[in-house]
């Protein structure tokens, strides 16, 4: 009878200790793990249940608590959290995907050969398109709209500069919006030349060519927003700051989370429309686990390239031309008091010094000894050197390293070289403020964030122009930048307990790439393709 009993002790015993593992949807092992955590750990596995992380530690500890429904073994990989663009135009970009695409033409030829291309494939009443720069071109000079004028007399035209700041149009364009060279306008240009239109409008009128635009039907903006999911996947991106959308693209991107057809993860800044700003102040910050909508962008100037930035002395290459702010002192100061009288957090562009200055002094006269506003500074591209002081973790810059190397070949002729040097400065806006957020600002730049990471640490563009880099004293370190594209941008939009790192309670976003861009030359960064991205533990791409 005792040696019965014995036995069948031992027998409960080893039932109770192997009924003791904790189930878990996945086990993640063999990978090089960058946590991205206070201490900036690695490590080699991670449990997943339900979504988010459940543990992070060593791969035999793991095993003997866990058992597992599915596993990936890394082979070697380097595993990051989900990067995180915090800045970029998501909507945009898939509205991109069904227009002209201009990005990257090298002549105003060559934008007009890929403009009739598009119109003898698909034969709209409306051409629309995006993508042209003049500053890549031989003939550095804003295009005028003669050609189009002959090619399409009585088909509108409207083709968007890269940063969209300005924009191209045909004369049946300007008649269909009746612009003349009457026609009042505040804020940016509309261009002339011995007293005729050139075509060219630059910032707010602008908004006379939307206005004309044909609505976007509900497919064609569903299609946009799932082919914009596509490409960010593919990149390891697995949310995404969408800089400036309206609230019926925002209702449509939760009505398509909430059927499971869009999974990226979005943050939400409300275009500053009276609209906007009467619908979601009243009503409050909207958040589900792949929405977040609690930011107001405002655009505060337009962009150096277009030399519509507002600069507190004149343009170097431009006598007499300062840039222009895009609305006046007064709404920008009363927008600005009505959302800090909200829960919502303020993100303004602001390119050039003047406009930097006056968006830094309001945030700070507002914010004053106020914790945790997290009010950004979309850009913060030149800052006198005086007013860098008012940067902090409660007003944050939000960069885009890309534009550095973008605007390396001409922005000292822009800004001449006394004021270049407080252009650029991300190693000095990181040191004044604690943090950096990181983004491309897609589609103006590509939407690789992995020439953000080499633009950040590198001061170079891919032919390794400028030797030795571009004010290489500002460039930034391979884990401050790593932080930025994660946790601090993950921080700027009020996230930072839920994502951008690899740590217990937090959403099972990451990502494999092919090479640890934290080792490999650094030369070799912008080659590096993603091997897998998940979302909540779930794969979402796999190359």
């Known amino acids: 009878m005792k040696k019965y009993l014995a036995l069948l002790s031992i027998s409960l015993l080893l039932f109770s200790c192997g009924s003791s593992k904790q189930d878990a949807d996945l086990l993640v092992f063999n990978g090089k793990i960058y946590t991205v955590d206070n201490e900036f750990s690695t490590t080699d596995a991670f449990v997943v249940k339900d979504g988010k992380f459940l543990e992070v530690g060593n791969l035999k500890d793991l095993q003997d608590k866990y058992e597992f429904s599915e596993s990936i073994d890394a082979e070697g990989k380097p595993v990051y959290p989900g990067l995180i663009d915090a800045h970029a135009h998501?909507?945009?970009?898939?509205?991109?995907?069904?227009?002209?695409?201009?990005?990257?033409?090298?002549?105003?030829?060559?934008?007009?050969?890929?403009?009739?291309?598009?119109?003898?494939?698909?034969?709209?009443?409306?051409?629309?398109?995006?993508?042209?720069?003049?500053n890549d071109w031989e003939v550095k000079e804003f295009p005028v709209k003669d050609t189009l004028d002959r090619l399409f007399p009585d088909t509108p035209v409207a083709i968007t500069r890269i940063d969209g700041h300005a924009m191209l149009v045909n004369q049946a364009t300007l008649d269909k919006a009746n612009i003349t060279t009457e026609t009042e306008f505040e804020g940016g240009d509309i261009e002339q030349k011995n007293g005729k239109l050139t075509g060219i409008l630059v910032d707010n009128p602008m908004l006379l060519i939307e206005k004309i635009t044909d609505d976007i039907d509900i497919d064609t903006q569903v299609e946009a927003l799932m082919d914009a999911q596509e490409i960010c996947f593919s990149y390891g991106l697995t949310t995404v700051d969408d800089a400036g959308i309206d609230k019926q693209v925002i209702e449509l991107i939760d009505s398509l989370n909430?059927?499971?057809?869009?999974?990226?993860?979005?943050?939400?800044?409300?275009?500053?429309?009276?609209?906007?700003?009467?619908?979601y102040l009243e009503n409050g910050p909207y958040k589900t686990e792949r929405l977040n909508v609690r930011s107001v962008k405002f655009y505060g100037d337009g962009a150096l390239g277009s030399r519509g930035a507002a600069l507190k002395e004149e343009y170097s290459d431009r006598e007499n031309h300062f840039g222009a702010l895009l609305s006046p002192v007064s709404e920008f100061k009363q927008t600005a008091e009505r959302i800090a009288k909200s829960e919502f957090q303020m993100n303004t562009h602001a390119i050039g010094d003047s406009a930097n200055y006056l968006v830094l002094k309001t945030y700070d006269s507002l914010l004053g000894d106020t914790d945790d506003r997290r009010w950004r500074v979309e850009h913060s591209q030149v800052i006198d050197a005086a007013d860098f002081q008012y940067f902090s973790k409660n007003i944050i810059p939000s960069i885009q390293a890309t534009h550095a190397t973008s605007d390396m070949y001409w922005a000292e002729d822009r800004l001449g070289e006394d004021r270049i040097k407080g252009a650029y400065a991300y190693k000095k806006l990181l040191e004044q403020a604690g943090i950096v957020a990181l983004g491309t600002d897609f589609p103006v730049e590509k939407v690789n964030p992995f020439l953000t990471f080499y633009a950040s640490v590198d001061r170079q563009d891919t032919d390794n122009f400028p030797e030795g880099g571009f004010m290489k004293d500002q460039a930034l370190s391979r884990e401050e930048t790593l932080k930025g594209m994660t946790i601090w941008a993950a921080y700027s939009n009020f996230e930072e307990e839920e994502k951008g790192s690899i740590e217990a309670g937090k959403f099972a976003d990451f990502v494999i790439l092919d090479r640890d861009i934290m080792e490999v030359e650094i030369d070799s960064v912008p080659d590096t393709k993603v091997i897998s991205t998940f979302v909540n533990g779930e794969q979402v791409y796999k190359n």
């Not at 909430?258 to 619908?279: P, V, W």
């Open 258 to 279: 909430n059927s499971g057809e869009l999974k990226i993860r979005l943050y939400a800044m409300i275009s500053n429309t009276k609209e906007n700003l009467d619908y």
């Open 90 to 134: 998501f909507y945009g970009l898939g509205m991109q995907q069904q227009r002209v695409d201009l990005t990257g033409t090298k002549s105003f030829k060559e934008v007009v050969v890929k403009i009739v291309e598009f119109q003898q494939k698909n034969g709209v009443d409306f051409i629309v398109g995006r993508g042209w720069d003049q």
